[in-house]
């Protein structure tokens, strides 16, 4: 499975203490090359700029096995347009990098943020496709 995963995914995974929470299943997922995350330059700096925020209290240790593990186990991808307003424009990287690989996901716990089509899913619906 291809897919873009949005920060607040990371964020929760990595702060989660429950090993079972589906944004830890992704993170595992994705160390196990179930999927293969999409990224480019952008959404790898904003991951670095968010998991640094002070509130979230991570190591910097921990930001960097996060970004080798996208780095490595990914792909580095271009944007393909997209012309619809977002709700939020900050968000809109990760969305046009999802539409760059076709049957892509992007995967989300702000579904609202993006457009409602069958590619944006949360991290509970990838636990549901990985485990058919």
């Not at 179930?34 to 930001?63: G, M, T």
């Not at 780095?71 to 347009?81: K, N, Q, T, W």
């Not at 892509?104 to 069958?118: I, R």
């Amino acid at each position: 499975m291809y897919a873009v995963i949005d920060t607040n995914v990371f964020v929760s995974a990595l702060i989660t203490k429950n090993p079972e929470s589906p944004t830890r299943l992704v993170y595992d997922f994705i160390d196990n090359g179930e999927i293969i995350p999409l990224y480019n330059d952008e959404i790898i700096a904003e991951y670095k700029e968010v998991l640094s925020r002070p509130k979230f209290k991570l190591s910097q240790e921990i930001i960097t096995a996060l970004l080798s593990l996208v780095v490595e186990h990914g792909i580095s991808s271009d944007r393909f347009a997209y012309s619809e307003t977002m709700i939020d424009e900050k968000d809109r990287v990760f969305y046009e990098v999802s539409l760059s690989v076709e049957d892509s996901f992007l995967v989300t716990g702000n579904l609202k943020h993006f457009p409602a089509t069958p590619q944006v899913i949360t991290p509970h619906q990838v636990v549901e496709l990985l485990k058919k």
